[in-house]
């Protein structure tokens, strides 16, 4: 595995924890050793979406900060034409055989295996109905 994307459920929980940036990423490589650590930009709309719906104004900017952190200290993949190809050949793939994936999983995932990364995710069921994909319990 050269590498992770983390899920925004690994993100939120340890926020929750009031663990830092940098503390998710010392936790990451100390369980998962010296690799590259990233996140889709499909994650940072997630946890911007969970920023926006926050009950309070001091809660959302806290939220909103964090999120700006995250962005700067670990590399955000774009969802490129060919991560959007390759998304759009496991969605239909899958879907003949009767599989629904939920369509931010299926482009983290995508970005993931276009990678050759794993996904660090604490919703394993998430992950698991992409073919290839290696998912990481974190």
């Known amino acids: ?3 992770v994307i983390l899920d925004s459920s690994v993100i939120i929980a340890a926020e929750r924890r009031g663990h830092t940036v940098r503390q998710i990423l010392e936790q990451v490589r100390a369980s998962q050793g010296e690799i590259e650590i990233g996140a889709s930009v499909i994650t940072i709309a997630e946890l911007v979406h969970g920023a926006y719906r926050a009950k309070t104004q001091a809660r959302q900017e806290r939220r909103l900060e964090f999120i700006e952190r995250l962005s700067t200290d670990m590399p955000v993949h774009p969802v490129s034409l060919d ?3 390759l998304a759009g050949r496991i969605e239909g793939q899958q879907e003949a055989k009767g599989i629904q994936l939920a369509f931010e999983d299926l482009l983290i995932g995508a970005t993931a295996l276009h ?3 794993a996904v660090g995710t604490l919703n394993h069921r998430d992950f698991e109905r992409v073919p290839g994909l290696l998912v990481v319990q974190l």
């Open 1 to 3: 595995m050269a590498g």
């Open 115 to 117: 990678l050759d990364y």
């Open 83 to 85: 991560i959007a190809r």
